[in-house]
T-cell receptor, first 109, second 114 residues
Framework: KQEVTQIPAALSVPEGENLVLNCSFTDSAIYNLQWFRQDPGKGLTSLLLIQSSQREQTSGRLNASLDKSSGRSTLYIAASQPGDSATYLCGASGSRLTFGEGTQLTVNP | EAGVVQSPRYKIIEKKQPVAFWCNPISGHNTLYWYRQNLGQGPELLIRYENEEAVDDSQLPKDRFSAERLKGVDSTLKIQPAELGDSAVYLC????????????FGPGTRLTVT
């Protein structure tokens, strides 16, 4: 059974900092990995999807990497802004999309 | 383009009562998912449909939960009777063709069972 872990559970940084969120998964037989953000009381918004054959994906200030062999993915956020404050979830896609518990990010002005 | 639509957004019911949630996926998306998200946790899949067929319902508590997707478009998730432990956010998502396509989520229905 796939298990996904996200570290840290919570992170508070000053505006402008570059930061890294970590995601690890136990079963490397995945088809892709997705990163989402979730604002309080809202659904999930897809940020990046990395296919298993890819090493990384970039969208604006976001860069996600994938290392299947070690069961790890990272989400890099450059020049963080208060609007980036949200919970970030990763999901590993095998027979189903399995999520971690998320990292709650707070960016302070 | 409209996203995934869910209703109601909030529902408060007493235990043992029935409740139903409705979802309209993104137009043209063949695959539809229902997830349950408990507070402080990631979503967990309840059921996945490809067109009208439920292809993964292994995590759906079938004694009290049921779902349908008529004509391969809208879907309804029902709980009868509801228990206190069913309090959670119920999320609907859709993807274009398969499980391996990007998933798009609706805003969810927050259920409170008293």
């Amino acid at each position: 059974k796939q298990e996904v872990t996200q570290i840290p559970a919570a992170l508070s940084v000053p505006e402008g900092e570059n930061l890294v969120l970590n995601c690890s998964f136990t079963d490397s037989a995945i088809y892709n990995l997705q990163w989402f953000r979730q604002d309080p009381g809202k659904g999930l918004t897809s940020l990046l999807l990395i296919q298993s054959s890819q090493r990384e994906q970039t969208s604006g200030r976001l860069n996600a990497s994938l290392d299947k062999s070690s069961g790890r993915s990272t989400l890099y956020i450059a020049a963080s802004q208060p609007g980036d404050s949200a919970t970030y979830l990763c999901g590993a896609s095998g027979s189903r999309l399995t999520f971690g518990e998320g990292t709650q990010l707070t960016v302070n002005p | 383009e409209a996203g995934v639509v869910q209703s109601p957004r909030y529902k408060i019911i007493e235990k043992k009562q029935p409740v139903a949630f409705w979802c309209n996926p993104i137009s043209g998306h063949n695959t539809l998912y229902w997830y349950r998200q408990n507070l402080g946790q990631g979503p967990e899949l309840l059921i996945r449909y490809e067109n009208e067929e439920a292809v993964d319902d292994s995590q759906l508590p079938k004694d009290r939960f049921s779902a349908e997707r008529l004509k391969g478009v809208d879907s309804t998730l029902k709980i009868q009777p509801a228990e206190l432990g069913d309090s959670a956010v119920y999320l609907c998502a859709s993807s274009f063709q398969t499980l391996y396509d990007e998933q798009y989520f609706g805003p969810g229905t927050r259920l409170t069972v008293t």
